[in-house]
């Protein structure tokens, strides 16, 4: 894998993820009730789902994943009546029950599984994992190294975007905290709802 393959990799992951996606809604949603550092469960569970996808990209069985669309499409749906749940819950909150401080570890392995589904059910994951990604192997060099650099390196990046909407979140909620508590089930619930809304118009056969 050459350098410039590699920069051309990593401008094109930045420009595939600099629009909020559903899993960064969804961290913008748990940070605000949480606090970033509480929230960062969501952060692994949402790279977590792109371990699994990366994996069966790189060993060849990412076609599976492009080919067998209408069982994606069931996970995605999965995820859009999981997010909506969960985003009604929220609105249905009283205002004032929500504390920031007080996230079990129960809570944290919810907020893990929670991040992971909205990653996984993602199409837009998938179609970039099983039909972009593959481009930039060179298969006349061996590929698992170059599968485990991309993969490292879109990890890093997302990473990076989950963080940055997390602090973000975290920095909103803490400067008008006065102003905030009032409406922020309200929020909460609703950027739940728009992440299930990004998440139920992405289509597995759209172009990335």
Request: charged share 10%.
């Amino acid at each position: 894998m050459t350098q410039h393959v590699l920069i051309a990799y990593v401008a094109t992951v930045f420009i595939f993820l600099v629009s909020p996606g559903p899993s960064h809604i969804f961290m913008l949603s748990a940070s605000l009730s949480h606090g970033i550092d509480r929230s960062w469960p969501v952060i692994i569970g949402d790279l977590t789902g792109h371990v699994w996808q990366i994996t069966i990209a790189a060993i060849g069985l990412a076609s599976f994943m492009y080919a067998f669309q209408e069982f994606f499409m069931a996970v995605k749906w999965a995820g859009v009546f999981f997010l909506v749940y969960l985003g009604l819950s929220q609105l249905l909150r009283k205002s004032g029950t929500t504390d920031r401080s007080a996230v079990s570890t129960q809570g944290r392995t919810t907020m893990f599984w929670k991040g992971f589904l909205t990653s996984s059910s993602n199409p837009k994951a998938i179609v970039f994992f099983a039909a972009l990604l593959p481009q930039f192997i060179n298969l006349s060099q061996p590929t698992t190294h170059q599968y485990v650099i991309l993969g490292v390196a879109y990890i890093i990046i997302d990473g990076c975007f989950l963080l940055f909407y997390g602090v973000c979140a975290h920095w909103i909620a803490r400067r008008f905290e006065e102003h905030l508590d009032k409406y922020l089930n309200k929020i909460s619930g609703s950027l739940l709802i728009v992440s299930a809304v990004l998440l139920g118009l992405r289509d597995i056969g759209e172009e990335a």
